[in-house]
Structure formats: C-alpha cells, structure tokens
C-alpha cells in the first residue's frame, strides 16, 4: 500500500508571474496611449480640413451672390432649430437686428452678426456647421448686404467698422477691405452657438 507521502505528481507551472503580467500591463498601456494620441490626431486634422473646405465652399456662395445679385446676404439667425424651415434663412439687414442676431455700430457704420445664411446661398443646411458642429459665426458690413447701390456707393474710413486682431492683439488689416468675416471656433467652441442653437 502507498502512503500519501509517497505519491508524486508532476505538474507543470505556466502563466504569467506578477512581475510578467505587471511588464506587460505597461507595455500595453504604452501602446494604447500612443495609438490613441494618433486617432487624435489624425482625427482634429480631418475635422480641420472639413472645416477649411466648407470654408472655401460659403466663401464661393458668397461671391457667387455677389455677382447675381450685386451685394452680400445679410447673416441668418444663430438660434434656429434644426428642424427650423428659417435655418440659414437670411435676416432683413435694412431693419434692426433681428432674434438671434446681433448689430453692433461703429461711429456711423453698423455690422450684423449672426450665422451663415445657408438657405439663401442655396448650399447644403450642414454648411452651416464647422467640423466640430457649431455654427460658423457670419458678420457682414450691412450696408453691404441690403441692395447693390448701397454695396456700390459703400465707402469705410480708415480700416473700416471691421478690425481683425492676431493672438496678441496686434491689428491684422491695414486697409478698409474687409466686408465680412465668417469664424469657426475650432475645436473648443468658445463663443459659439452649438449644433442646437445655444451658447
């Protein structure tokens, strides 16, 4: 008969140890961390070229309304619903500013701030987004945006009612040749309205 201090079992030990699993853990950690700092980025430079081609695509519209109808449209209301039949519908810029707008004055000259006016441009309604799906901010000299004789007989002192400043302030145009700026907010947002019209 056998004992039970006789009985010998030969069994192989395989697995990771700690120290194994614990080395491994950091080199998947590092590997997951630089992968996903790539689709990062790799993902901002492809909202950034969207941004930048529906850009070039409103500032076509634009000069393209220019030429059919001898001045610019005047900006769309920022607050409209998406399911809004006004969205990207122009605003009256013979007439005070209208809701989701905003007109500021500058000795005698007045601009409209407001969003891109889609509808009128006859572009596709998400044009009025940037990439990162807020509302492109439209501001336009109003004279410039309510008949072509007003848009003929315009004529800015100085650097004009529109001054464009870099990071530190510094002005940016040195001449009255700005009629409209269109902004996207980038990445953050700050100051824009948002995909649902809100701030």
């Known amino acids: 008969s056998r004992t039970s201090g006789d009985c010998k079992m030969n069994i192989s030990q395989k697995g990771f140890s700690v120290l194994e699993l614990a080395i491994s853990l950091v080199i998947s950690s590092i590997i997951y961390v630089s992968f996903l700092g790539y689709f990062v980025n790799m993902s901002?430079?492809?909202?950034?070229?969207?941004?930048?081609?529906k850009i070039q695509e409103i500032e076509a519209a634009l000069n393209k309304y220019v030429q059919t109808n001898g001045y610019l449209p005047c900006p769309a209301s920022r607050d409209d619903a998406l399911t809004s039949s006004n969205l990207g519908v122009s605003t009256d810029c013979t007439l005070g500013s209208a809701t989701g707008t905003t007109d500021v004055t500058n000795a005698s000259t007045t601009i409209r701030i407001g969003a891109v006016p889609v509808a009128t441009l006859g572009v596709d309604r998400n044009y009025i987004f940037d990439g990162w799906k807020n509302r492109f901010t439209y501001i336009v000299v109003k004279s410039l945006a309510t008949t072509s004789s007003s848009f003929k007989s315009y004529a800015a002192s100085g650097t004009g009612p529109i001054i464009i400043q870099?990071?530190?302030?510094?002005?940016?145009?040195?001449?009255?040749?700005?009629?409209?700026?269109?902004?996207?907010?980038?990445m953050k947002?700050?100051?824009?309205?948002?995909?649902?019209?809100?701030?």
């Open 189 to 199: 947002g700050y100051g824009a309205y948002n995909i649902d019209g809100t701030v």
């Open 166 to 186: 870099d990071k530190n302030a510094n002005q940016t145009n040195v001449s009255n040749d700005v009629s409209y700026v269109l902004i996207s907010h980038g």
């Open 44 to 53: 901002k430079g492809d909202l950034e070229k969207e941004t930048n081609a």
